[in-house]
């Protein structure tokens, strides 16, 4: 028999408060701000109580830190874990970031927008974001040594940064900065890769 908890004015609710919570978690934070968002607000969306939400996580702090882990955990795997793409290939798509909706713009990096708001280093999300930024990097230097590049470590942080500026960029101009990011992030690449590694990339994207 499916175990009951009492939600607000007494409704009663089967289980999946946790996914309930992390769910007005991500639309609380991303439309109002970790900062705006309250916990009696957020268990209000979520139609949970305040002590269930507190069963679940210990404080605020946790549910923002697992409210960014849920974003990639697999760290962009519909990027680089494709086989049908070369490494030059994947590293171009890293920057086919996709919008939120027709007509909208590519929504501000939830990584970049909760260290915003927490000016602490040692916030546990500020820990989660910056080991997910160095995992960005690393991931994409491997891409960058896959493909031929001479100095993948520095490619992989040139195109992370120009990943995090498009981002920002974005957000402040209110018009998509993703396609001049992707045209400069080919001109990285091919400056990155010896003449012989694109010409190699070129005929095996052409056999395939």
Known sequence: MTKLEKGPQGRRRGRGARERILSASQQLFRTRGINRTGMNELC???QVSKRTAYQH??????????????FDPGLMAAVFDRTDLTPRERLLAAFEVPTSGPGELTPLCPYIAATI??????????????????AIAARLAETAREAGATDPEQLGEQLALLLDGASARTRVLNAESFPTAAAIAAVLIDNALPAMGREQEDVKATVE
């Open 44 to 46: 209000a969306v979520a």
């Open 57 to 70: 996580f210990t404080g605020k702090d946790e549910l923002v830190a697992e409210y960014l882990r849920r």
């Open 117 to 134: 708001e927490i000016h602490d280093p040692q916030h546990p999300a500020s820990q989660y974001a910056r080991e997910y930024k160095l």
